[in-house]
């Protein structure tokens, strides 16, 4: 994550990707307590939510990363 990149997510489908794998609105203003950008937005929900939470986003991040990953490779 740097300069509010995240895993080549636009704000559209990083929107989306809250949505549909957490059934959470990253786009919230109170996400947004730290900044606006995507990188900002997602390290403060990291810091605010509670443990299991953190660990099903990181864990739905990783998946989401492998999975380009092997697309790439195809």
Known sequence: MGAG???GFTDRTFAEF???ELQLDIDHPKY???????A????YFLKTCDPQLRT????SL???REDER???RI
Do not use: I, P
């Open 62 to 64: 990783w998946e989401y």
């Open 56 to 59: 099903r986003t990181l864990l």
């Open 5 to 7: 990149f995240v895993l």
């Open 40 to 43: 900002k937005r997602l390290r």
């Open 70 to 72: 092997r697309r790439e």
């Open 32 to 38: 947004k307590a730290e900044g606006t950008s995507k």
């Open 18 to 20: 809250f949505d549909t």
